[in-house]
């Protein structure tokens, strides 16, 4: 009777953490409430390696037009890098956005929207994606390959309050490979929630190799840094 008991326990408990599982990674943008003009978010930059806060970054809805949405980034200081203008679709994918190049912030134009989600966010659910994009400044042309992962459902507490999420990671290869400079590797994490329609979370990292400077010890991998994004403040704009 114990052994029954606690099979069927089991099993039970096994059926709530799916339910939770599906529920969290089917909710769509669709059942999120649509950007709007004047939706404000504001992100802490936290330094990974010595957790001090670097900067806060506000996010600012500008225009909706169609599937696409405008932002004006602006951080309030140099650490956050420069006020910039990112595009997305509704469902969170970049169209323009800084990429993380050998140690630098390079603004980058997808011809075809950057897979940072794709939906549903079935646990498990893996991509690899290639995705032709160019070099804002310079009009340069990349591909980029995008592998992601869902890793799972994590409820996770940020300085705007406890969310239940979805774990997302990627791996990135911006094809910035030049000179003695190899690839640029990046490996990014988010927590999506669904909530929210956004990351509450990211945590990004990226390393390389630079040949000309190897020697008998090495001494050629070089690694950027570890910027961690934390949702501060979620504002809707008045409807």
């Given amino acids: 009777m114990e052994k029954a008991t606690n099979a069927r326990a089991l099993r039970l408990g096994r059926m709530a953490a799916a339910a939770l599982a599906v529920l969290l990674s089917s ?15 504001v992100y802490r930059l936290v330094n990974g390696y010595n957790k001090e806060e670097l900067a806060r970054i506000l996010f600012e809805v500008e225009k909706v037009d169609g599937g696409n949405v405008t932002l004006a980034v602006t951080p309030d200081k140099a650490d956050g890098g420069v006020a910039r203008t990112d595009v997305h679709t509704r469902e969170g994918n970049w169209l323009r956005h800084p990429v993380e190049s050998h140690g630098q912030a390079i603004e980058y134009v997808f011809a075809t929207a950057y897979p940072a989600y794709v939906f549903p966010l079935d646990p498990g659910k ?48 911006p094809d910035d490979e030049r000179f003695t400079l190899s690839e640029t590797q990046i490996t990014e994490f988010d927590w999506y ?6 990351a509450v979370r990211t945590e990004r990292r990226s390393d390389w190799l630079d040949t000309s ?13 570890w910027h961690v994004y934390e949702l501060v403040e979620a ?3 008045k409807r």
Avoid at 27 to 41: E, M, R
Avoid at 148 to 153: K, L, N, S, Y
């Fill in 126 to 173: 893996a991509w690899s994606v290639r995705v032709p994009a160019s070099v804002a400044a310079s009009g340069q042309r990349r591909s980029v390959r995008v592998d992601g992962r869902v890793m799972g459902t994590e409820r996770v507490r940020v300085p705007a309050g406890e969310f239940d999420t979805v774990k997302i990671r990627r791996l990135v290869y």
């Fill in 27 to 41: 909710a769509a943008p669709a059942q999120t409430p649509a950007p709007t003009a004047g939706d404000t978010y």
């Fill in 213 to 225: 400077e190897c020697g008998e010890d090495g001494g050629c991998d070089f690694r950027g840094g």
């Fill in 193 to 198: 929630a669904p909530s929210l329609g956004r």
């Fill in 235 to 237: 504002k809707p704009a």
